[in-house]
T-cell receptor
Framework: DTEVTQTPKHLVMGMTNKKSLKCEQH?????MYWYKQKAKKPPELMFV???????INESVPSRFSPECPNSSLLNLHLHALQPEDSALYLC?????????????FGPGTRLTVT | KNQVEQSPQSLIILEGKNCTLQ??????????LRWYKQDTGRGPVSLTI?????NTKSNGRYTATLDADTKQSSLHITASQLSDSASYIC????????????FGAGTTVTVRA
């Protein structure tokens, strides 16, 4: 299984809602990533988890809260988002942390904040 | 200033024709360079990954080249197909101890019948 899955595929939420994005991989990878991608722009790194511990937070607002319950799962909890947070949210994983390892991306969750 | 510059921003080619995309980078220290294909609204899919010691790498009709001295890479698409219509992103990774990748803005390729 060389797949990273993400749910839901699409999400529409109001600014007062609380929702969560989910990411799963069964490749035994020990590093997982959240990226945000606006239209016609490259992905921007948000968070990195190494061995289930948060290792990088790219100064992301606290309305985004990541969680790594186990080595296969990565969640992104959303609360009080703004319309400008609408974007494609990509999850990725790599065998180990570090730039020598290939990152495998999921299909993304298209988020719209109204 | 972005450390990874791609050109052209977009291009249109006829089915069956070849095309070449360019990537120039200033990232240092350099670990490896990757080309990804991203269909609209989907996640990027890896095409090739090259370290500084590799000059060329192929994946089917996709061939990537790397000149680490001039810090340039290219992606050549041979005998283009309609399914090649996508954004092609050049990604350079910093020294091996980091976790951060530098993404280019991508080249949007449209293949027309």
């Amino acid at each position: 299984d060389t797949e990273v899955t993400q749910t839901p595929k699409h999400l529409v939420m109001g600014m007062t809602n609380k929702k969560s994005l989910k990411c799963e991989q069964h490749m035994g990878h020990r590093a997982m990533y959240w990226y945000k991608q606006k239209a016609k722009k490259p992905p921007e790194l948000m968070f990195v988890y190494s061995y289930e511990k948060l290792s990088i937070n790219e100064s992301v607002p606290s309305r985004f809260s990541p969680e790594c319950p186990n080595s296969s799962l990565l969640n992104l909890h959303l609360h009080a988002l703004q319309p400008e947070d609408s974007a494609l949210y990509l999850c990725a994983s790599s065998q180990l942390p570090g730039n020598n390892y290939e990152q495998y991306f999921g299909p993304g969750t298209r988020l719209t904040v109204t | 200033k972005n450390q990874v510059e791609q050109s052209p921003q977009s291009l249109i080619i006829l089915e069956g024709k070849n095309c070449t995309l360019q990537c120039n980078y200033t990232v240092s220290p350099f670990s490896n360079l990757r080309w990804y294909k991203q269909d609209t609204g989907r996640g990027p899919v890896s095409l090739t990954i090259m370290t500084f010691s590799e000059n060329t790498k192929s994946n089917g009709r996709y061939t990537a080249t790397l000149d680490a001295d001039t810090k340039q890479s290219s992606l050549h698409i041979t005998a283009s197909q309609l399914s090649d219509s996508a954004s092609y992103i050049c990604v350079v990774s910093l020294g091996p101890k980091g976790n951060k990748l530098s993404f280019g803005a991508g080249t949007t390729v449209t293949v027309r019948a």
